[in-house]
């Protein structure tokens, strides 16, 4: 049987995860397979996820002077670049982003600061903001504040922060040549801990930074143990200034690949594409949707410049695909019969460059 055959057997007939050689036969296929793999991974998104699209909002609350040395980020002290330095926003400026959140259809805010792991007095400011968004906007409030401890973990989920983004950003091979300054179980240990608190997790990563194909499937499956609401899909955007800031983009077709292949592996999983989108697929977004992405950050990024939700919101209209309204229990539920899924509404943002 060919490969798409028996990964499209697998997924939709038997209701199975793929294997590993399942996997690396597809991503063996030539490129010039590209729209069968496409079809098969669009087939799987409405299978498990059905047809709608959550949309999502960020803030950069606290910008710059990180005293990490991830490889891709222009927020890093440690390097050279134009990357805004501000401290913690006022109160009203984080409930004025989620206003304007909430009036481009988005139904998640995350509220996202530039640290290796929250303090105290930053920690509480997070808290207050996240309460006055609750209060003044009504939205999901998730939170990307780096490394956490089980008490800190403990006071987001008493607070109501829904989810929590930390990125593995790479896999495990690839990731010492990411950053040095922890390490890749350090933030495996802290997506632990914000689901053991009761938060959903959110956990993803930056596709192009030097990885090899296989290393792009290894990086799935290490998702996929982690069983993460959902999986934030970058796509290097290089920042001057970084020790990435050289690197070669990814050609559309090979993230688009990569695309299809992570929901093969993740298929219930919520794919939001995220930072570098833009640069990277170009023309091709509506692409990005139909191999098996099915959420989006609209606006801007953390550092760098998104297009208009208006852009994203006809784009959708385009392509017959619903907005998501807001958040449900859980991931997806297979029918009784087991023959399709409901679609959650179950969402998280990232750490986008």
Known sequence: MKPLETAERALLAERRPLTRAEVDAVAALPLDALPDLVALAHRVRLAYCGPEVELESLINAK??????????CSQSARFETDADVYAFLDLDEVVDAARATRAAGATQFCIVVAVRGPEERLLRKVLDAVDAVHRETGL???CSLGLLTKEQAARLAAAGVRRYNHNLETCREVFPSICT???????????????????????????GMGETLEQRIDFAFELAELDPCEVPVNLLDPRPGTPLGEQP?????????????????????????AGGRERVLGELQA??????????IVGNYLTTTGRAPEA?????????????????EGRFVVDGDGAHARPARATIPLRVE
């Open 63 to 72: 910008s710059g002077a990180c005293p990490e040395d991830c490889a891709f």
């Open 140 to 142: 999901e409030v998730a």
């Open 181 to 207: 300054t922890h390490t890749w179980d350090d933030r495996v240990e802290t997506a632990r801990l914000a689901v053991d608190a009761g938060m959903e997790l959110c956990c993803g990563g930056i596709l």
């Open 249 to 273: 983009v990814l050609s559309p077709r090979t993230a688009l690949q990569a695309i299809a292949l992570f929901r093969l592996v993740l298929p219930g999983t919520w794919l939001r594409l």
């Open 287 to 296: 692409m990005g949707l139909l191999a098996g992405a099915n959420a989006l």
């Open 312 to 328: 994203d919101h006809a784009l959708l209209d385009a392509l017959g695909m619903p907005v998501a309204d807001g958040p449900s």
